[in-house]
């Protein structure tokens, strides 16, 4: 007679139980109560959409899109993905389900996420986000209510000593147009010794080249010029009152001109 094997669990996932579970659960609570004292209401969106949401959203060469995400074709025939982010699938709740007569929007949730990323110590393939957004408000004061959230909820887990908060800016479009061809210029100039990953994002987002973990692009990506040099009044002025914000709110940071993030989404404060 066969042997009869049970599924093992899937790699880069977990099953939490027991101390796990109860640490868990203190982190969920936490953050629903913090979001709470900042009127931040609690929102619950499909764990799976069309494709093409994280795809114009995130960008098409960012390597969720391009390599993490888990997507696959229903028997419909449509092309369907596991969010891999909250953002991509609450601007599209936003923009499809009338949510623009509420706006400024403050949501919050919390659920399963998935990557398919090399499992490691501390990085699933399913794990768990917590997120909270403001949606239709672009004045600074929404980018520092979020980081004082954020301060507050550290602190309410007891591990606010061992964060340090960097920031940078992103600017303004004009900004970041002019910033990118400058990029650009940097990038072609020593493109002979680029990694295969950053010769294709110079021509599609050359911004990804400054995170890039390749020991082959660090030295070009270090001597890239600052956003600082192409910073718009208004972008600059943006930032200056994030940093202001924050200061008077007595939240710690520290400037990382090289900070960037992996989605094209982002705008002025990265973080």
């Given at each position: 007679?066969?042997?009869?094997?049970?599924?093992?669990?899937?790699?880069?996932?977990?099953?939490i139980f027991g101390d796990e579970q109860r640490r868990f659960t203190r982190v969920v609570?936490?953050?629903?109560?913090?979001?709470?004292?900042?009127?931040?209401?609690?929102?619950?969106?499909?764990?799976?959409e069309s494709t093409a949401v994280f795809a114009r959203s995130l960008g098409e060469t960012t390597d969720v899109v391009s390599k993490e995400m888990y997507t696959?074709?229903?028997?419909?025939?449509d092309s369907l993905t596991l969010r891999p982010e909250?953002?991509?699938?609450?601007?599209?709740?936003?923009?499809?389900?009338?949510?623009?007569?509420y706006a400024p929007l403050k949501l919050a949730t919390h659920g399963p996420v998935f990557r398919?990323?090399?499992?490691q110590k501390g990085r699933f393939r399913q794990f768990h986000q917590i997120d909270a957004e403001v949606i239709g408000a672009a004045e600074p004061a929404a980018d520092v209510e979020l980081l004082v959230?954020?301060?507050?909820?550290?602190?309410?887990?007891?591990?606010?000593?061992?964060?340090?908060?960097?920031?940078?800016?992103?600017?303004?479009?004009?900004?970041?147009?002019?910033?990118?061809?400058?990029?650009v210029a940097h990038f072609e100039a020593h493109r002979d010794v680029?990694?295969?990953?950053?010769?294709?994002?110079?021509?599609?987002?050359?911004?990804?080249?400054?995170?890039?973990?390749?020991?082959r692009d660090?030295?070009?990506?270090?001597?890239?010029?600052?956003i600082d040099a192409y910073l718009t009044d208004e972008a600059r002025g943006f930032f200056d009152a994030v940093t202001a914000g924050l200061d008077a709110a007595g939240v710690a940071w520290t400037r990382n001109a090289r900070l960037v993030r992996g989605l094209d989404y982002y705008r002025h404060t990265a973080f």
């Open positions: 007679m066969a042997r009869i094997e049970t599924p093992k669990r899937i790699r880069g996932t977990q099953d609570e936490a953050f629903d109560r913090v979001r709470k004292l900042y009127c931040f209401q609690r929102v619950d969106i499909p764990v799976f696959f074709e229903d028997r419909g025939g909250f953002t991509a699938g609450l601007a599209r709740a936003y923009l499809t389900e009338g949510w623009q007569q398919y990323e090399r499992p959230l954020a301060d507050q909820l550290l602190h309410e887990l007891g591990i606010a000593d061992g964060v340090t908060l960097q920031l940078n800016t992103l600017g303004d479009a004009e900004t970041r147009d002019a910033w990118r061809a400058a990029l680029l990694s295969e990953d950053s010769l294709a994002r110079l021509d599609k987002n050359p911004l990804r080249i400054l995170d890039s973990k390749d020991p660090r030295p070009v990506a270090d001597s890239a010029p600052d």
